[in-house]
T-cell receptor, first 111, second 113 residues
Framework: DQQVKQNSPSLSVQEGRISILNCDYT??????FLWYKKYPAEGPTFLIS?????DKNEDGRFTVFLNKSAKHLSLHIVPSQPGDSAVYFC??????????FGQGTELSVKP | DVKVTQSSRYLVKRTGEKVFLECVQD?????MFWYRQDPGLGLRLIYF???????EKGDIPEGYSVSREKKERFSLILESASTNQTSMYLC????????????FGPGTRLTVL
């Protein structure tokens, strides 16, 4: 049972445009959500997170939006850069619980 | 900077062999984790440890065991490797038991022939 789903395995975007990566979850007990970024031959690195008490969190070019009623979160990257090309994983957890990861979305930003 | 290192980047083993994957972190983190990453399945938790000599099963522990004799080191053991254990193995560590932010090693690409 996949509690965290990233339904788009890949996304291609032109440099300078917006990238929107989506993530859906099924467990209403999740209270904290994270995005990780993974380059080939490297481990994932933490990118940005959001608590369930918020609906938006921004960090430079990266913004995460949370829609609790729809059990949906999204990561916006504006403007997208070729160096953003990577696999992006969303993850969720409930209080005291462990991280549950989605399948990942491979973002390709073309110059 | 937190550093998580894994003993091998690439490993090729034969079916039935015993395989050891080693992970070391240098930040005195209490918690350590082993995941495997497979296309279309994301990261799946195999085992984790909250303290020395303590371990808990994750979502897919079958065919694996772990050892944590020292705080900084967490080993994943494949008792008898099988071809369906061919995968990317990722080790991670974190400060908090709730594991809000985990720091990952570079991964070990294991191929079982």
């Amino acid at each position: 049972d996949q509690q965290v789903k990233q339904n788009s395995p890949s996304l291609s975007v032109q440099e300078g445009r917006i990238s929107i990566l989506n993530c859906d979850y099924t467990n209403s007990m999740f209270d904290y959500f994270l995005w990780y970024k993974k380059y080939p031959a490297e481990g994932p690195t933490f990118l940005i997170s959001i608590s369930s008490i918020k609906d938006k969190n921004e960090d430079g070019r990266f913004t995460v939006f949370l829609n609790k009623s729809a059990k949906h979160l999204s990561l916006h990257i504006v403007p997208s850069q070729p160096g953003d090309s990577a696999v992006y994983f969303c993850a969720a957890k409930k209080l005291g619980g462990k991280l549950i990861f989605g399948q990942g979305t491979e973002l390709s930003v073309k110059p | 900077d937190v550093k998580v290192t894994q003993s091998s980047r690439y490993l090729v083993k034969r079916t039935g062999e015993k395989v050891f994957l080693e992970c070391v972190q240098d930040m005195d983190h209490e918690n350590m984790f082993w995941y495997r990453q497979d296309p279309g399945l994301g990261l799946r938790l195999i085992y984790f440890s909250y303290d020395v000599k303590m371990k808990e099963k994750g979502d897919i522990p079958e065919g694996y065991s772990v050892s944590r004799e020292k705080k900084e080191r967490f080993s994943l053991i494949l008792e008898s490797a099988s071809t369906n254990q061919t995968s990317m193995y990722l080790c991670a560590s974190s400060v908090l038991a709730g594991a809000d932010t985990q720091y990952f090693g570079p991964g070990t690409r294991l191929t079982v022939l």
